[in-house]
């Protein structure tokens, strides 16, 4: 038997890379999309074309848009109420004085419930079904989120938060360098694919996730590079922050590199973290590694990040947050990195994906000269799904609408957000109808607020809280 979903529908065919995502961009105005009992696709396009089933059960959407879960590659959850929190400084301090004191929070049980509860809940309103999720220093706050989600039915990627150094307001936050390596491996143990018993199959797996380098030491990444040896064939992930923070002098930059002595900040996650960027452990990048914001990498630190297939969770709304400065796109794209979408919740003050494309799109749209680049409407949906799949390295089984894969979707009604609803209906659309598409997309991913996102489906089962 297989289930019907008909409206309009976009996504971003194939496997293009994001300079393809144009020539990619499926649109099916009276679309179907249609998913078996696994909750895989075996059919999208055109309704009238689809195969025919007598046993089919149809959900006619009515002019409701449909399209491919959106993926959230950086999200923190120990941070779902420090969303706007004021610190009065750039990352280091807004680190010190708000951020390290809310996470310290989660020491109470009762607290990390709640939080983990109520982050579950946004992440549905806001229609991401796949996230990379930056997690809390403590077990049972883990515990939480991974049993949260597994609950609900969403697709997580998680680890615990590992800092051995940091100053007074880190103190709660802060293991020994034993316990940083034997809760991590606990917790992989744990959660790693405690779903399905299936790296291939399941919706929860593990992470390894150093704070970033200013949180560790050389002992602390020596022993990650060694447990991440360990578990890298079972499908284990890393994901920590880089290049944010360019203050000169004081900001996370410098300090790494002067910490360190290092050539370059990515050196500290690629086993090169010893004075001259010696060799001191194993390396953390490969294609199963996210690396936040990577906003002032050199020419080096990119080739290498392409070389080993390591992604970069791109934040424009949390980089103008924390005055970090622009990411440079054209660049960095270029480069050969598969480049995704990320909130940073709290730093990001939106939990919608299509808020951070809207961001990028101004945000790159105004870089200096030559780097001005007005990103087309299917390469940010290209860069909020498909390429989020890729980062998460599971491009195989989500991201689009591609008959097999596991079907993630919205459904999205604009009669639930007056604005919206309004330029779709009266916005001016050009006569030919390849630019009319990109219009349309373009208004409906500059237009989306949660309160449009009426159901969100994973592996085609509906999710709710
Ligand atoms: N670098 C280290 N920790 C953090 C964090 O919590 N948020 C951001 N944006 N950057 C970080
Ligand atoms: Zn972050």
Redesign the pocket.
């Known amino acids: 038997m297989s289930t019907t979903h008909l409206g309009q529908i976009f996504h971003v065919a194939g496997s293009p890379t994001v300079f393809g995502a144009d020539d990619a961009l499926a649109w099916f105005p009276d679309g179907a999309l249609v998913v078996d009992d696994a909750g895989t696709v075996i059919y999208c396009g055109p309704r009238d074309a689809r195969p025919a089933d007598d046993a089919e059960v149809v959900h006619d959407h009515g002019a409701a848009f449909l399209i491919p879960g959106f993926v959230d590659t950086h999200i923190?959850f120990p941070?779902t109420y420090s969303v706007d929190a004021y610190g009065g400084g750039q990352?280091l301090e807004?680190?010190d004085s708000c951020?390290f004191p809310a996470?310290s929070r989660l020491a109470d049980p009762a607290f990390a419930e709640q939080i983990a509860s109520d982050f579950t809940v946004r992440r549905i309103a806001a229609g991401t079904t796949a996230a990379m999720v930056?997690g809390s220093a403590f077990g049972h706050a883990q515990d939480a989120l991974f049993a949260e989600t597994r609950r609900v039915g969403l697709r997580l990627i998680s680890g615990r938060?590992i800092q051995t150094v940091g100053g007074p307001s880190a103190q709660a936050l802060l293991t020994s360098e034993r316990d940083a390596v034997d809760l991590t491996a606990a917790e992989i143990d744990r959660w790693h694919a405690a779903d399905t018993g299936s790296v291939d199959t399941a919706l929860l797996h593990a992470a390894i996730v150093p704070?970033?380098s200013?949180?560790v030491t050389t002992d602390t990444l020596a022993a990650l590079g060694e447990l991440y040896d360990d578990v890298r064939d079972r499908g284990v992930y890393v994901h920590t922050?880089l290049n944010?923070?360019n203050r000169p002098g004081t900001g996370?930059i410098d300090m790494v590199k002067r910490s360190f002595e290092v050539d370059s900040y990515l050196d500290t996650y690629d086993g090169k973290f010893l004075p001259g960027s010696r060799i001191g452990g194993k390396s953390l990048l490969g294609p199963r590694t996210v690396m936040?914001?990577a906003v002032h990498c050199t020419d080096a630190e990119l080739t290498r990040m392409a070389a080993t297939g390591t992604s970069i969770a791109h934040?424009p709304v949390?980089q103008l947050f924390?005055g970090?400065g622009t990411m440079p796109w054209r660049r960095t794209v270029e480069a050969g990195v598969t480049v995704a979408a990320g909130t940073?919740v709290?730093?990001?003050d939106e939990w919608l994906i299509s808020r951070v494309l809207s961001d990028a799109f101004k945000v790159h749209l105004s870089e200096p000269g030559d780097a001005s680049v007005a990103i087309h409407p299917a390469e940010m949906l290209f860069t909020g799904t498909l390429a989020g799949a890729r980062a998460l390295d599971m491009e195989s089984r989500f991201g689009n609408f591609d008959a097999g894969k596991e079907a993630d979707f919205l459904v999205i009604r604009p009669e639930r957000w007056a604005p919206l609803e309004a330029i779709l209906a009266q916005g001016v659309r050009a006569d030919d109808d390849r630019t009319a598409r990109d219009q349309t997309l373009f208004a409906l991913l500059m237009g989306l607020r949660e309160p449009a996102i009426a159901e969100v489906y994973v592996r085609g089962a509906r999710v709710t809280v």
């Open positions: 923190h941070q990352l807004w680190l951020i996470e930056f938060g704070r970033f200013l949180s922050h944010e923070n996370e936040a914001h934040c949390s924390l970090s940073d709290g730093a990001g």
